[in-house]
């Protein structure tokens, strides 16, 4: 008997591929990109697809696939995966929330100190031997400052957390106010900016946030606020944004998202009050290897006919009907 067929969406971390090879499934990287006529052979025998946070696993390719019965994402965000094609068909899909909590949280605050105090610019003026001969700016404290979350899911709880051991205020916009939480709700976001001095964005992407920040919100923030992005680059207006940060509309960005990754506008480089990361929010072994393990046990779940242990919502909602 063949081993069960899994074809992947992208890129996958080796976790995730050691852990579905252990498994016992065959592992197709990548087919219908790298030939597709093998492809079109042996997509009859492929029962699930293992994606990535960023993977786009669309319309067209759940259309060719007339076996497939899961989609698992190794991530928590699935904005990519054409759920309106999936849904109807019964492919259900899995997501990887809540073990990546830590790590991005983590970055938020790191992203926080390093635009805020310069930390970047400053280890470039020691590396190039700058010191003796100049000092640097003073920079802007962050402890006790305003913290605005845009998205309180779990991340934005976590990020929350670790704000208020800098003695800081939170505040934050969701779909609705959280009544378990004593933190100031806003309802609107450029209420939200305007009383914030570190906006951090922790929202999903998508249709529904595409461009929530925008140049009225970015000019709600102010002069002295900064803008950090741990969620999706599309939440951004990434021309609205460089535009702000080039006037002085803004203070600075902390950027781990862009719109168009990998790819990163020139103009975001040459600002050096602008600190960018190349979307690592859970680049940790420990986080990688959770991650990893919960994508193979929703993959594997479905298809032994268990309940997956991370499913995302739509798929819960409809299993509901």
């Keep these: 008997m063949s081993k069960p067929c899994v074809l992947t969406a992208a890129a996958l971390s080796p976790y995730y591929l050691e852990g579905l090879k252990a498994l016992g499934y065959e592992v197709l990287d990548r087919l219908h990109e790298t030939d597709p006529q093998a492809f079109a052979r042996e997509a009859p025998r492929i029962r699930a697809v293992a994606a990535a946070g960023d993977s786009t696993v669309t319309a067209d390719l759940i259309a060719r696939l007339p076996a497939l019965e899961v989609i698992s994402v190794m991530g928590v965000g699935y904005d990519g995966v054409d759920l309106a094609a999936a849904l109807p068909r019964g492919v259900a899909v899995g997501h990887t929330p809540g073990v990546l909590n830590d790590d991005v949280a983590d970055l938020a605050l790191g992203l926080m100190l390093a635009v805020s105090r310069g930390l ?45 051991a800098f003695g800081m205020s939170v ?35 998508g249709a529904g946030t595409h461009h929530l920040i925008d140049a009225r919100v970015l000019a709600a923030l102010g002069p002295k606020g900064y803008l950090i992005n741990v969620a999706r680059g599309s939440v951004v207006d990434e021309a609205a944004l460089i535009d702000a940060l080039a006037k002085g509309v803004i203070a600075g960005a902390g950027l781990d998202v862009f719109e168009r ?40 779940a479905h298809l032994q006919g268990r309940p997956m242990p991370a499913p995302v919502p739509e798929w819960t909602s409809q299993q509901r009907r």
């Design 261 to 300: 990754e990998p790819s990163v506008p020139d103009a975001l480089w040459q600002m050096e009050q602008v600190v960018l990361t190349p979307h690592i929010g859970s680049a940790t072994h420990e986080t990688r290897r959770a991650m990893a393990a919960l994508a193979c046990d929703n993959l594997n």
């Design 171 to 205: 505040a934050y916009n969701a779909r609705q106010r959280k009544d378990d939480l004593p933190w100031d709700f806003h309802a609107d976001v450029a209420s939200l900016a305007e009383q914030s001095d570190f906006l951090v964005l922790i929202t999903p992407g």
């Design 120 to 164: 970047v610019s400053a280890d470039a003026h020691v590396r190039a031997d700058r010191w003796p001969a100049a000092g640097r700016p003073l920079q802007r404290k962050m402890s006790g400052a305003r913290l605005g979350i845009v998205g309180m899911g779990r991340i934005g709880r976590a990020i929350a957390q670790r704000a208020l």
